[in-house]
Nanobody, 114 residues
Framework: QVQLVESGGGLVQPGGSLRLSCAAS????????MGWYRQAPGNERELVAD??????NYAESVKGRFTISRDNGKKLVYLQMNNLKPDDTAVYYC?????????WGQGAQVTVST
């Protein structure tokens, strides 16, 4: 059974930084698409960033502030978040997608507030 576990969430002031980590229970291959999504209260879940091999894709709202990366050998995916804004407050979910595989983590809360 494939499991994804997020960590690194928390409370941060506007302008601050956080790094989320996603640990997979199985080997992750370069051709797997690994993504970060987020869901704020009352909103639908939205894509933040994903990475397939070395190709990255970002939501317009986070371009230039967030960076997704992966370490396949360590079975880890990261989301470095800089210059955080209150609108970034949400539960952040890690996702693995390949063929019929569509796996979600349990989510990590990120709160940006004074």
């Amino acid at each position: 059974q494939v499991q994804l576990v997020e960590s690194g969430g928390g409370l941060v002031q506007p302008g601050g930084s956080l790094r989320l980590s996603c640990a997979a229970s199985v080997n992750i291959f370069s051709f797997y698409t690994m993504g970060w999504y987020r869901q704020a209260p009352g909103n639908e879940r939205e894509l933040v960033a994903d990475i397939t091999g070395g190709v990255t894709n970002y939501a317009e709202s986070v371009k230039g502030r967030f960076t997704i990366s992966r370490d396949n050998g360590k079975k880890l995916v990261y989301l470095q978040m800089n210059n955080l804004k209150p609108d970034d407050t949400a539960v952040y979910y890690c996702n693995l997608r390949y063929g019929q595989l569509d796996i979600w983590g349990q989510g990590a809360q990120v709160t940006v507030s004074t």
